[in-house]
């Protein structure tokens, strides 16, 4: 099992160019989310998804894009890249299996992908 | 906003000693913690969970204890090795109608001494 897989792992953008990171998980997850880590700051959710075909705004969504044609695959977009989207990315996946009315909170994450705006 | 954070940014530990890491909430609203494990150059990952309804869990050498009165959790690790240094980070689960949603403390990094 390959778990979660993103890639590219490394891109260097100029200010207002586009790229999309890929994002895809063989574990037959409903929930996809897209973070952000800087140096300093816990993770920051930008965007999620809760089943094929939906997707939600997180925390941090403003700048970003996001599509989930697919289960398997979650898409982060930047239309018009800017310096302060410089960060590492990562995807992860939960099953969020409910026993009662709690959900468990295990995610599975990919290795991050090293994003830097010039 | 209400926000998860830690007490120390960086705990360094002497090999084969324990290590106890610290991290405030202020949501009284959150049912559910979770600690993860973050090494250089990969994705966190998933250490242990603890419910709103309990006040500790113990997995394979880390316990977590959670005080809902003084909003306040930890994680211990018994006889610290080489292999746990890594950024610890807990978060908070918030239910915002049927969805949840993970708030992430800063992280504390731990350092082991040989």
């Known amino acids: 099992n390959a778990g979660v897989t993103q890639t590219p792992k490394f891109r260097v953008l100029k200010t207002g160019q586009s790229m999309t990171l890929l994002c895809a998980q063989d574990m037959n997850h409903e929930y996809m989310y897209w973070y952000r880590q800087d140096p300093g700051m816990g993770l920051r959710l930008i965007h999620y998804s809760v089943g094929e075909g939906t997707t939600a705004k997180g925390e941090v969504p403003d700048g970003y894009n996001v599509s989930r044609l697919k289960k398997q695959n979650f898409l982060l977009g930047l239309e018009s890249a800017a310096p302060s989207q410089t960060s590492v990315y990562f995807c992860a996946s939960s099953y969020w299996e409910k026993i009662g009315s709690w959900g468990t909170g295990e995610l599975f994450f990919g290795e991050g992908s090293r994003l830097t705006v010039l | 906003g209400e926000s998860v954070g830690l007490h120390l940014p960086t705990l360094s530990v002497q090999e084969g000693d324990n290590s106890i890491i610290n991290c405030a909430y202020s949501?009284?609203?959150?049912?559910?913690f979770i600690w993860y494990k973050q090494e250089s150059g990969k994705g966190p990952q998933f250490i242990i969970d603890?419910?709103?309804n309990m006040d500790k869990r113990q997995g394979q050498r880390v316990t977590v204890l959670l005080n809902k009165t003084v909003k306040h959790l930890s994680l211990q690790i018994a006889a610290t090795q080489p292999g746990d240094s890594a950024v610890y980070f807990c978060?908070?689960?918030?239910?915002?109608?049927?969805?949840?949603?993970?708030?992430w403390g800063a992280g504390t990094k731990l350092i082991i001494k040989p």
């Open positions: 978060a908070e689960n918030i239910r915002s109608g049927s969805n949840y949603q993970l708030i």
């Open positions: 603890i419910r709103s």
């Open positions: 949501n009284s609203a959150s049912d559910y």
